[in-house]
Every structure is written in structure tokens, then in C-alpha cells.
């Protein structure tokens, strides 16, 4: 088995690949060496979750008491939380630490460095300014241009739609106005022949994430890959049965309370973290079934309200539903599984397979706990052949209510 510390180089490797800066890959080599250092093994031990959970739970309590600086502790969970996904799935994705690998050309650079420095009333400000600028130019070099006095509107506008696609849809308005802004300084400093004011309020499609619905059988795998034996296999059981059967989401699930379940009306009643909105769903048998092995079996002996709990000392509730995501990703490697989706793809699966039985979209809406029906729509959102597959039957959870006399 992987030692900690193998797993931690390979991660920084792949974030030297990916295209972090030094700067930052010096940053999480010093946040992993803390979480090594709280596995009782040290170098040589694999990872334990559990314990990683605990140390991020730690910091956060230090961050709670103002023991430490908050910003840099958020990134220290920030990458932590990275390394931990990373051991997942082997992967990272690009995200806001990521600087572009190669230098930009002098010509390009003394003019942004010019910009930043005359918009920019502190170094914070002038990263922010030359963030879309830069994305720009760099752009601009592969396409063979050396010179912002050499680009044209169709440039401009190409790289707008191209790379409208790499960010998130609530970046987007950011991006576009840092780039009207810059283009206002290379008119006024006689750089380019127009301002393009117009280039930029033309609408770019935005095409929204679609998220893959998990199917019935693969389902079905992660769950068999669960040790139900063990206190924290009967724990992480019925957390991934109240996402397959019933679609809670993660944030929901790390705050569920003992008292929320209503087992004789056989309901889960819970405020939805994400809207604020109540939102009450059935307990079906088998959610039911693996709760309660849970609750009595399972679950640490403590006054704690919430129903999942970090099974490390101290033991607690979590901290982030990032964990959902995790121990799903988790039990689908070990189950052998290489389907493109996470932990969301149980909400989609079940928003599914409601449509295909003939429940109406808006009740849909209302059992996923959606405000906006257009949210419901894009979880639904697919071919007919596929919608099919995603009612084949479900062996094993079967979507019966809940009854204290059974």
C-alpha cells in the first residue's frame, strides 16, 4: 500500500504538471507535511480519512479561536482537501492557484506590467488586473501574435468564445469586464484603434455542467464495495443510501439530525442548507434499515445531535459536505468502477428516474428541494435512450415507505 508521503510527492508533481506556481506547490508541500505528521505512522503510514478530517477539523477549530491567520488556513485545508481528491481519482483540476506554465513574451508582458501598474492601487489589485490579460496574450502567442497593436476584432473575439468555455458560468462577467477595462487602457495609450465596446456586451453561450446520472448497477456496486460490518462502513452505507435513494445533498447529509428523522410518519424533515427552505422526504424501507444499523450499531456513543459523525478522536460532527463527495468516490474505485460522476450524480440519478416514473417535473422540483424549476430541467436533461436505462430496476433499494411496526 502507498505510504502517505509517496502519495503526497506524487500530488505535488502533478500539480508542478498541471501548472501551479512554485510558490504555491511550497504552500501545499508545508500544509501535507502537518497532515503527515498527524498520522501516528508518519512517513510510512497510507492515509487514513479519518484522520485527515480531524486535522482539517482542528484547524478550523483554530481558525474558530482566532489561534491563527484565517486566509492562510484556508488554503492550507484548501490543498489538503485537494490531495485528498487527487487520491481519488488521480487527477487535478485547474482552479484559481493554477498560473499559466509558460513565460509571457517581453512584448506582452512590459505592457500588462505598464497597465497593472497605473490601474492598480495595491498587489492584490494588480494580480486581479492581470489575471484576464494575461489569459489574453498568452492566447494571443499560439495563435502567432506577438502584439496587442497587431490583433484585429475577430482576435478578440475568437478568444472570447473559446475561452468563455474554460470558466465557471459566475466568472464570466468578471472575466469580460477586466478584458473591457484593459482594452479602454490600450485605446487610450494608442495601442489599438478602438475600444470594442460592443464586442463585449454580445451574449457568449454558457453551457452549464451537466451532471451524469449514476446507473442503477453501478449504484448498486458502490454500495456492495461497502464493509457494513464495521462501524464506519455501516456510517458511510447509509450516508451513500440517503443520496441514491432519496438525493440529499452533501451539505444536507453532514447536517441531519437525530431529530429529524420522524421514524412513525416514516418522513425525513430537515431546512434545506443550500435555500433555507423545509423540505420533507419519505423514509423508505431501506434507508430506514441502514440509518437505524447505523444509529445503534455503528455510531459513536456520544449527546451529539447530528447523525453522521467523524469516527477519529475527538470525535465530532463534519465540517464540509465535500466529505459525501469523497467517501463516494472512494467506494466507486473500490468497487472498480471508471464512470464519469460523483456523489451529485445521485441527486440527478434520482431526479431521473421520478420523470421516467410520471411524477410531474415540479412535484421533481419539490422532492429535490429545488427554488427554480430551470434547475430541476438540467438535471433531466437527456436523451430518451438514456432515460431509459436510468429506470432499469434497482435490486436491493426499493422504494418503499418506512413503517416503526415493521
Known sequence: METIQDSAQRFLDKMSDVGYSAK?????????????????GGNDAPLDRDIAEKHICDIEKLMENDAVGNWTMSKNIWFIRKFLDFLITDSINA????????????????????????????????????????RY?????????????????????????????????KTVPTFRSELRRFHVWLFDHGFIPNTYESLFDFNVAIENKIHPAVLPDDAASVLGSIDRAAPIGKRDYSMMMCGIVLGLRGCDLIRLKLSDIDWRQGEIRIAQHKTGKPLALPLTTDVAEALKDYI???????????VFLRHAAPIGAFKSGSIAGQVFSYYKEKAGLDFEGSYYSTRRAVGKNLVVAGVPVTTVSQILGHTDI???????ALDTDHLKVCALGFDGIAPRR?????
Open 374 to 380: 430551470s434547475s430541476t430541467k438540467q438535471y433531466i
Open 137 to 169: 496574450a498568452f492566447w494571443l502567442s499560439n495563435q502567432g501574435i506577438h502584439s496587442f497593436s497587431d490583433t484585429k476584432v475577430t482576435d478578440l473575439r475568437q478568444f472570447i468564445l473559446e475561452d468563455t468555455k474554460n470558466l465557471k458560468s
Open 24 to 40: 504555491n506547490i511550497s504552500f501545499a508541500s508545508a500544509a501535507l507535511y502537518n497532515l503527515i505528521e498527524a498520522h501516528p
Open 402 to 406: 418506512w413503517s416503526h411496526e415493521a
Open 296 to 306: 445503534l450499531n455503528g455510531r459513536p456513543r456520544t449527546d451529539l445531535p447530528n
Open 95 to 134: 482552479d484559481r492557484y493554477v498560473k499559466p506554465i509558460l513565460p509571457l513574451e517581453v512584448g506582452f508582458a512590459s505592457v500588462i506590467q505598464r497597465y497593472v501598474d497605473e490601474v492598480s492601487t495595491n498587489e492584490q489589485q494588480k494580480k486581479s488586473r492581470a489575471w484576464a490579460p494575461k
